[in-house]
């Protein structure tokens, strides 16, 4: 909790860093070319206070992280400063302070990450860069020729092959744009806007409450990308409302749970994976969102057929009219999010700008609508407290990714340097005996064992960068490659032993969590089926190519899917269950 009393947070203080923090992220889409050694390391010498000292606890933390922020923004800003002169080396440090400075980068971004997600991510990276400086002592093929100490620390510090490589560059110029948008969408009324209109299209069905938090989550994790975030936001409201009106625990926990995992998936913004993807797949951002569109309704398809499914033996009672909102509230409140999006959309595809400069347009329609609340009405006080939370919302948000994406960075520079990347993919394709399918089930099992303990987006960047060549390889398109390894980082968030959302989505609802996860898996059925299916039926991802085959495929997925889906919640006999399971994925893997 921010203290307006304490000395280091103060908070003026934090207000003005956050105003710099975005400030520096749109000028740098408006100030033209600005050299990659000077933004990225200004990046990460604005976000670490966010880490070390805005989020300390206790004592202890706070000390340590001045002491960690004072030295990582000295070694960033000296970076930049120096960036003209560290261009001519070409990656050798030249003495033993510039490898002092390489070491702090390192040590910084690696506790940075610690502390803002964890310890798995870099465990991961601490061992990287430890096989790296120690890899020529390993017998066999995985060992390696050996790196100079002084030429490995400047490629990953003074040179674009480490910490200010291709993923630093999305976090900076890309992604910061969106989670800045995202913050002043939330930071104003675009969440009632959410609740209103799902409420208003699906309250009366039957299940009403439960497809109301569907709706819901798939708008608001559009731009949250975050399952849990999602999870805790929407679920404050859909879960209270599930549980009142009598719906089994262990359903309003799974629903929430389910539905807002497949929010990073959703177009238009699809979190912080999908302009990942663009950098690293090459494909424009418009035909990224174009592929994803028609997977991610499958997906929300899945689970409205379940919940249809779960109402044949289980009373789902619609939400009371009394407790729906009239169309005067969904109208104005809907406006919230429609206008900064339709204006998002309109410099995209109207302009023909790129999708951040379109990102700041919209921030600014997102900005001037914080002055107004769901009366349309102006109050000074209120509006200035929404600016406040969309400032500080967005620095926290920003200064999170980029300790995932810098730590990550670190990972995909030890791979590129040593070749291990390449090893693991002749692994993988040996373990699969050159077959796509063995590939795909190893390549599966890979983002669930590492998304577990380490958020997404990561995953997918370090499953994709050691699995997607194979899939490549043995025959997948690049994007195609891709967006499989995306929905499956996507596992953990609701699979056994460690899945996030349905952890959070129990103890809202106070239900034991491996009934929650049991009733997620069935209802979330198309997030391990899908994925295959984009594999069996490549039309599915190729809307804007050939949009009639899409559509084709589309429609007989989402009946093998309805088969399925239906098959596991609503039969209650094994033998029906078996038969339309089997049905379902004849239906998808082979058709006619």
């Given amino acids: 909790m921010l203290q307006d009393d304490h000395p280091i947070l103060w908070k003026p203080v934090w207000l003005l860093l956050a105003v710099v923090l975005v400030a520096f992220h749109i000028g740098l889409i408006f100030w033209g070319l600005v050299p990659n050694l000077v933004s990225r390391p200004l990046h990460m ?9 805005f989020a300390a606890r206790g004592r202890v933390q706070l000390v340590s992280g001045i002491v960690f922020a004072v030295l990582g923004i000295a070694a960033s800003v000296w970076i930049a ?4 002169a560290l261009g001519d080396q070409y990656g050798f440090l030249e003495n033993n302070f510039q490898i002092a400075v390489a070491v702090t980068l390192l040590v910084c971004v690696l506790e940075a990450a610690r502390r803002a997600i964890g310890w798995p991510l870099p465990v991961v990276a601490a061992l990287a860069l430890a096989y790296a400086l120690l890899g020529h002592l390993i017998p066999g093929e995985f060992g390696h020729s ?54 208003a299209a699906a309250g009366r069905l ?91 309704l499958l997906y929300f398809l899945a689970v409205w057929i379940g919940i249809n499914a779960y109402a044949s033996h289980t009373d ?16 104005i409140t809907s406006a919230f999010f429609l206008v900064p999006f339709g204006v998002l959309l309109w410099g995209m595809f109207g302009l023909a700008v790129t999708p951040q400069y379109a990102a700041c347009l919209a921030i600014g329609a997102g900005a001037v609508l914080l002055l107004f609340d769901r009366r349309l009405s102006v109050k000074p006080a209120e509006a200035w407290g929404r600016i406040e939370q969309a400032l500080l919302t967005s620095a926290r948000q920003v200064a999170l990714i980029a300790s995932i994406i810098l730590c990550a960075s670190i990972i995909i520079g030890v791979l590129s340097v040593t070749g291990l990347g390449v090893k ?8 699969a005996g050159g077959m796509l399918w063995p590939a795909l089930l190893l390549t599966a099992l890979a983002c669930l064992v590492l998304g577990m303990e380490v958020p997404t987006t990561a995953a997918y960047v370090i499953c994709v960068s050691v699995a997607g060549p194979a899939l490549i390889q043995l025959g997948l398109e690049p994007l195609q490659a891709h967006l499989f390894v995306f929905w499956y980082a996507l596992l953990s968030t609701i699979t056994p032993p460690v899945c996030g959302a ?11 969590w491996l009934r929650v996860a049991g009733t997620a898996m069935a209802l979330g059925v198309g997030l391990y089926v899908i994925p295959l299916g984009m594999i069996a039926n490549p039309d599915l991802i190729r809307m804007q190519e050939a949009p009639l085959m899409a559509l084709i495929a589309f429609l007989r997925t989402a009946l093998g899917l309805g088969l399925i889906s239906y098959g596991l919640i609503a039969m209650r006999a094994p033998l029906a269950t078996i038969g339309l399971c089997a049905a379902g994925i004849g239906v998808i893997f082979f058709p006619v």
């Fill in 316 to 331: 789902l009672k619609s939400i009371d009219a009394a407790d729906r909102p009239g169309m005067k509230d969904v109208a």
């Fill in 45 to 53: 010498a604005l976000v670490l206070p966010w880490i070390f000292v």
């Fill in 206 to 296: 039957k299940g009403g409450a439960a497809k109301v938090s569907v709706i819901s989550s798939a708008l608001f994790g559009s731009i949250s990308g975050s399952a849990s975030a999602n999870v805790a936001s929407t679920g404050a409201i859909t879960l209270p409302a599930m549980t009142k009106l009598g719906y089994p625990k262990r359903l309003a926990g799974a629903v929430e749970a389910v539905a807002s995992s497949g929010g990073q998936i959703m177009p238009p913004l699809m979190g912080a994976g999908a302009f990942v993807m663009v950098e690293l797949t090459g494909v424009p951002y418009t035909g990224i969102m174009a592929a994803a569109a028609l997977p991610a």
């Fill in 502 to 512: 349905v952890f959070i989505a129990s103890g809202m609802v106070q239900e034991n």
């Fill in 146 to 199: 050996g790196t100079p100490l002084k030429s490995f620390l400047g490629t990953m510090t003074i040179a674009e092959g480490g910490i200010w490589g291709t993923l630093t560059a999305v976090s900076v110029g890309v992604v910061a744009i969106f989670v800045i948008f995202g913050a002043v969408l939330n930071a104003g009324e675009a969440g009632q806007g959410f609740m209103n209109v799902a409420s």
């Fill in 424 to 431: 693991i993919t002749s692994l993988i394709l040996s373990g």
């Fill in 81 to 84: 400063w120096n960036h003209a």
